[in-house]
């Protein structure tokens, strides 16, 4: 049922993906492994999480994790008590319901990202930031951006290299 209204809600673009969006609830409790291997991390990738922690990215992602989580609380209330739905079906609708949202908080991540990613590349240089997202690339599972943003709070390797390296 939910995989059917699913497959409708994105039947604008068909490729690849329309199939693995197929599998949202699988995707959500089974994550796929984002490496194949363990990359070999570099002083680029250490620079990129003292990025992180300078910039307090975590903080304001957890803040945000909050701001969301409580009006998703508010949605499943509301759902029952005003449309006297069951939690398992306030559950699903939050579900098809959560996915803007969550492509926003990617958004929100990804930004974070590049933001770290521009930070190690100041304390490093080009050529060290060019091997180590080499090596990230290598041991990442390849994925579509699109993929990307509504599963993953990373970037693909791929995309950060590119916006970090290739101006
Ligand atoms: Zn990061």
């Given at each position: 049922?939910?995989?059917?209204?699913?497959?409708?809600?994105?039947?604008?673009?068909?490729?690849?993906?329309?199939?693995?969006?197929?599998?949202?609830?699988?995707?959500?409790?089974?994550?796929?492994?984002?490496?194949?291997?363990?990359?070999?991390?570099?002083?680029?990738?250490?620079?990129?999480?003292?990025?992180?922690?300078?910039?307090?990215?975590?903080?304001?992602?957890?803040?945000?994790?909050?701001?969301?989580?409580?009006v998703a609380i508010?949605?499943?209330?509301?759902?029952?008590?005003?449309?006297?739905?069951?939690?398992?079906?306030?559950?699903?609708?939050?579900?098809?319901?959560?996915?803007?949202?969550?492509?926003?908080?990617?958004?929100?991540?990804?930004?974070?990202?590049?933001?770290?990613?521009?930070?190690?590349?100041?304390?490093?240089?080009?050529?060290?930031?060019?091997?180590?997202l080499r090596e990230?690339?290598?041991?990442?599972?390849?994925?579509?951006?699109?993929?990307a943003l509504i599963?993953?709070?990373?970037?693909?390797?791929?995309?950060?290299?590119?916006?970090?390296?290739?101006?």
């Open positions: 049922m939910i995989e059917l209204r699913e497959a409708r809600a994105v039947q604008q673009r068909v490729s690849v993906f329309t199939l693995m969006r197929l599998l949202p609830l699988i995707n959500d409790f089974v994550p796929l492994p984002e490496n194949r291997e363990p990359p070999a991390l570099g002083r680029f990738v250490e620079m990129h999480e003292q990025g992180h922690k300078v910039l307090h990215h975590a903080l304001l992602r957890n803040l945000v994790k909050v701001a969301f989580a409580l508010w949605f499943l209330a509301a759902l029952m008590i005003r449309w006297q739905m069951l939690f398992w079906e306030a559950v699903l609708w939050l579900h098809v319901v959560a996915i803007p949202f969550r492509i926003f908080f990617h958004f929100y991540c990804w930004n974070q990202e590049y933001e770290a990613d521009r930070y190690a590349l100041e304390k490093t240089d080009k050529k060290l930031a060019k091997n180590n990230l690339i290598r041991c990442e599972y390849p994925h579509t951006p699109l993929f599963y993953r709070e990373h970037p693909t390797a791929v995309l950060r290299k590119e916006r970090l390296l290739n101006r």
